[in-house]
């Protein structure tokens, strides 16, 4: 049975972690939109792209990302949100949202997707 790819919205400002995100994702299988570092850009993709996850960075060159969260809980795209400040960095509303704390390992980022993978499974049976 061959693995389904999902295409991956990253939003992330620091570009070495974007690359590392980017290559990650692609090494998984998948494929990436974007990765774009500012939140006007992934506003825009958001609404409009064809997007099964997301990896969203809470300060994104200085603005929070919460209105692209917004964007694609409405449209029922699941997300995780990256922060250096971990649950601290999350606004009161987002607390219960998923979350890896920068810095991150690889592996956490790829658990996380496989995490997804494997809902997206269930949910599809």
């Not at 693995?3 to 990650?24: G, H, N, P, S, Y």
């Amino acid at each position: 049975m061959t693995q389904r790819q999902f295409q991956i919205l990253v939003v992330e400002d620091e570009m070495m972690i974007a690359l590392d995100i980017e290559d990650c994702l692609i090494a998984l299988g998948h494929g990436v939109v974007g990765p774009v570092s500012r939140v006007l850009n992934a506003m825009r993709l958001a609404e409009t792209e064809t997007i099964d996850l997301a990896f969203l960075d809470i300060n994104v060159a200085g603005e929070e990302i919460y209105p692209v969260a917004e964007v694609l809980k409405a449209r029922g795209i699941p997300f995780v949100f990256l922060s250096g400040y971990g649950v601290r960095g999350l606004s009161e509303n987002w607390a219960s949202s998923p979350m890896l704390a920068k810095p991150f390992a690889l592996e956490d980022l790829k658990a996380r997707v496989e995490m997804f993978m494997q809902d997206a499974a269930q949910a599809s049976i």
